[in-house]
């Protein structure tokens, strides 16, 4: 089985106290989301990372405040979650080079994942068999991306020790709907330093 990690959304706006839509709590996944991804990188599994990309009227912010608005300090993922060799793929169609890449960052304007038009081609290019999800938030990104691997068939786990909610008892009624629906829970422990 051929695995792929699937960062989602881990934001200074959404892990730091001083961030846009920061959720308390939630920098305590920063240093598990930065064990998975060396682990990947270091083991050779892709290693896809999605990260808001608003523009400053983004549609979004009729509902939410404004975050991770394009080239702002909250828009980039804290130091320690990226490799050194990673390509961005932009929410516009692209022809997707991520040959050499420990890192994709798929960049995206909309909760989903799966709203960058690049992302089916760059599962295909993957080839992968196994997802394992983890980032921010449980009830929103990650929700989305796990459950839109799930609708394509694909096998998820969600890494329970390296996703933030934000609101715990919405957090773990997603998780028991994702659950539901095929979904398996592993922690980082297991999943990277088991032998």
Request: with cysteine; charged share 25%; glycine share 6%.
């Amino acid at each position: 089985m051929k695995k792929a990690f699937f960062d989602i959304d881990t934001q200074i706006d959404f892990l730091f106290p001083a961030g846009a839509l920061y959720a308390p709590g939630a920098e305590r996944i920063i240093e598990p989301v930065s064990r998975l991804n060396r682990f990947a990188a270091e083991s050779g599994i892709p290693l896809v990372s999605s990260m808001c990309a608003h523009p400053e009227d983004a549609e979004e912010f009729r509902v939410w405040p404004p975050h991770c608005v394009a080239g702002t300090f909250g828009q980039q993922k804290p130091a320690v979650t990226l490799m050194e060799k990673r390509v961005v793929i932009p929410n516009t169609v692209t022809e997707l080079n991520i040959e050499g890449a420990q890192q994709i960052v798929v960049e995206k304007n909309d909760l989903d994942l799966f709203s960058n038009s690049n992302i089916t081609a760059l599962l295909d290019k993957i080839g992968a068999d196994e997802f394992y999800v983890y980032g921010a938030f449980t009830e929103y990104c990650v929700n989305c991306a796990a459950s839109g691997l799930v609708k394509r068939g694909r096998k998820v786990f969600l890494v329970s020790d390296a996703i933030a909610a934000v609101d715990e008892a919405k957090g773990r009624e997603v998780t028991e709907r994702l659950l539901d629906a095929g979904a398996a829970l592993v922690t980082v422990e297991k999943l990277c330093y088991a032998a």
